[in-house]
């Protein structure tokens, strides 16, 4: 069949009945409107062919020796393999008892004999695009179940790496920081309360220049304009305590960008003290 220029596979019909003659004409109306058409003689054969093709519909006589179109209907309905196959019983009688069972046993629609070949090519066409609605509903749900699913899982992810990233931050022995481009902290992490005794929320709330030695202030400032310019930044300064002792420590940072935008410099301090003293006991020496 063609849709909007593109050749589509032909939706696959399975006709039961054991009467050929009706059967033979079935089939041809069916394949003079575009379906692949598949037959069956009865009520076993019509499960076995629906259980290995799955065909899109199947048109089933109500009538027939042996298992009768309810029983078949039945067992398709049962059988979740071929449960969402659409049924449409084809009868001679037009009891409204005889529509009911046929319904109750799962069919979508009924023809009556002796066919009327546009309502066959109607009602067939109509069932098909539901179903065809329906599995493409269905495939969108499993597609979106899956994006969720997947979403979840990166989530989950990204949660179990932040968790280690932090982890690790919170327990190096290094100060680990953020400013943002006037100089001010947006992060550190917990080990700048052993080297300075400051708490980390009495850093944050603090000036960068409470805890710099005024000596050191200019050339530390200057290194941070060069360090959001796009340079790596490699300082040493000295740093106060809250008790007022003072540390020598050393700076590598780097810009800080989320996206396009400047968001100001990230580091790490390292405690030098002991390596300064050292150096200057050799000098005395």
Not at 72 to 99: H, N, W, Y
Not at 138 to 145: G, K, P, V
Request: charged share 25%; glycine share 6%; net charge negative.
């Amino acid at each position: 069949m063609i849709q909007n220029g593109k050749s589509e596979p032909a939706s696959r019909i399975l006709i039961v009945d054991d009467d050929l003659i009706d059967l033979q004409l079935l089939k041809s109306v069916l394949k003079e409107g575009g379906y692949a058409v598949e037959l069956a003689s009865g009520g076993e054969l019509a499960l076995k062919i629906a259980r290995a093709t799955l065909p899109d519909l199947i048109v089933l006589d109500v009538m027939m020796p042996g298992l009768d179109g309810y029983q078949v209907c039945e067992r398709l309905k049962a059988s979740e393999r071929t449960r969402d196959i659409p049924v449409i019983f084809v009868t001679g009688r037009s009891e409204m008892q005889d529509k009911v069972m046929g319904f109750k046993s799962g069919a979508v629609d009924y023809i009556t004999k002796p066919y009327q070949m546009e309502a066959v090519l109607a009602q067939v066409g109509s069932h098909l695009a539901v179903q065809a609605m329906q599995k493409q509903l269905a495939e969108q749900n499993r597609q979106l179940h899956r994006e969720i699913v997947e979403r979840q899982q990166a989530e989950e992810m990204l949660n179990l790496s932040e968790e280690k990233y932090r982890a690790l931050v919170e327990n190096i022995n290094d100060v680990v920081f953020c400013l943002d481009t006037e100089s001010r902290f947006t992060y550190v992490n917990p080990v700048i309360e052993r080297f300075t005794q400051y708490r980390v929320d009495e850093v944050m709330r603090l000036p960068i220049d409470r805890f710099v030695h005024p000596d050191d202030l200019p050339g530390l400032e200057a290194e941070i304009q060069r360090t959001l310019a796009g340079a790596v930044g490699l300082h040493e300064f000295r740093l106060f305590t809250k008790n007022g002792a003072v540390l020598h420590v050393h700076t590598s940072s780097r810009a800080l960008w989320e996206g396009d935008q400047l968001m100001g410099v990230t580091g790490i301090m390292t405690d030098i003290t002991e390596r300064k003293r050292a150096e200057d006991r050799a000098v005395q020496f």
